[in-house]
């Protein structure tokens, strides 16, 4: 019987403390395909590594069974594509582009292949519609009669894991090493696959794959962003963000934060949830944020405001939501307009390069970074581009100088 493997595309902390741990633990060979080839010759090296997970005690869990494959060699990854079991893909938006042409590549060997059958690919990325946006660019190199739909399944997931950076310090002593915290499941869509779910603990198939997709955005993210900036704001000097969270103040707001995306949520997927799953996912999440051991910094949670201000993103996306739905979202919008003060710096004192250039967008005045960043019209949009401006101005500090 021949062996089960998972390739996964993008050996980072998602792909390894997550997806290739849950495989590996279930007898899977997990072969990794990742540009850094340092970290391709060490899992070659090594044959494993080690997941440290932090919780209220300190645990190491060993993968075993994994090799990796250079992604620049196409030839290497579409023969891997070719063989595998079963994908997953965690590399993040803007290069999933970059790996089309290997899994094109790939599949077309694979359907000329009949020891093969439909490949299911698990998208393990932060971002909503992942199906589609990879469905649509794999039609766009496949043969005009490949059969896309039926050959190849694309799952979409909802992925809660909270996986901190590691310090310099700590990835000298050992580069494989991933920190995770102790919660461990992986939300996929039971529709999206196109052959027998894999038998591997933790995977939870959900018929309404957006519902939860939203559920990750609009609560979980939305939340720990919240808690980042009015954090930050609250508290400049703190790193971690159980440090912001032991200030009761901040605490509540995140969780006020929280419930009325929850409420919009409810109103959206009346037959997904109920306001007690939703209002104990919160105080779950809550209490995961809070977890001392993982020591999640303000700066990782709060990195990237573009991204996360964007148009359809945790803020954005659910205020468009309760916009339609005609619902309250002021407490959503108050959260949002924290991450104006948000200078949060990594262990070396850096700021990150996306958060300079929404500073350079924001010295444009509010009305210019809302437009360029969050798609906020200033005439179509005007009244909530003007909560905006005034929420912000209200808790402008001296040093602040926001242009209006």
């Given at each position: 019987m021949e062996k089960r493997s998972i390739l996964i595309v993008g050996a980072g902390k998602i792909g390894r403390s997550l997806i290739g741990q849950l495989f590996g633990m279930s007898g899977y060979e997990v072969v990794f395909s990742d540009i850094d080839k340092k970290l391709v010759?060490?899992?070659?090296?090594?044959g494993s590594y080690k997941v440290v997970v932090k919780g209220e005690s300190e645990e190491q869990i060993v993968v075993p069974n994994v090799r990796a494959v250079d992604a620049a060699d196409r030839e290497a990854v579409a023969e891997e594509v070719r063989k595998a079991t079963i994908m997953a893909v965690s590399v993040g938006k803007n290069a999933l582009l970059k790996i089309v042409p290997s899994l094109v590549e790939g599949l077309t060997r694979r359907f000329c292949d009949p020891a093969r059958g439909p490949l299911d690919i698990i998208l393990a990325e932060n971002m909503r519609s992942a199906d589609q946006f990879l469905r649509n660019e794999l039609k766009r190199g496949v043969p005009e009669n490949f059969p896309l739909d039926e050959y190849v399944g694309l799952i979409e997931t909802s992925i809660g894991k909270m996986v901190p950076i590691i310090s310099v310090a700590e990835l000298e002593k050992d580069p494989l090493t991933v920190f995770a915290e102790p919660y461990n499941l992986l939300i996929v869509d039971r529709q999206g696959f196109r052959n027998e779910l894999p038998d591997v603990a933790g995977l939870a198939p959900k018929d309404n794959i957006k519902a939860w997709v939203d559920r990750k955005a609009f609560i979980h993210n939305l939340g720990h962003a919240a808690a980042a900036y009015y954090g930050y704001y609250s508290h400049p000097d703190a790193i971690y963000l159980y440090e912001v969270l032991d200030d009761q103040e901040v605490l509540q707001f995140t969780r006020e934060v929280m419930l009325q995306s929850a409420a919009i949520l409810l109103k959206?997927?009346?037959?997904?949830?109920?306001?007690?799953?939703?209002?104990?996912?919160?105080?779950?999440?809550?209490?995961?944020?809070?977890?001392?051991?993982?020591?999640?910094?303000?700066?990782?949670?709060?990195?990237?405001?573009?991204?996360?201000?964007g148009p359809d993103d945790r803020f954005m996306g659910v205020i468009r939501v309760a916009i339609s739905l005609g619902m309250p979202h002021d407490k959503i919008l108050e959260a949002m307009a924290y991450a104006f003060f948000f200078k949060a710096t990594d262990e070396n004192g850096n700021r990150s390069a996306q958060d300079l250039i929404f500073e350079r967008e924001l010295a444009g005045g509010v009305n210019h970074a809302l437009q360029r960043i969050c798609g906020i019209d200033p005439v179509t949009d005007r009244e909530l581009s003007e909560k905006i401006k005034k929420i912000s101005t209200d808790r402008l500090k001296n040093e602040e100088n926001i242009g209006t």
């Open positions: 010759d060490l899992l070659n090296r090594e959206l997927y009346p037959d997904d949830f109920t306001t007690e799953d939703l209002s104990d996912h919160i105080e779950d999440l809550l209490c995961r944020f809070r977890n001392r051991a993982l020591r999640d910094t303000l700066f990782r949670i709060g990195q990237d405001i573009p991204r996360k201000l």
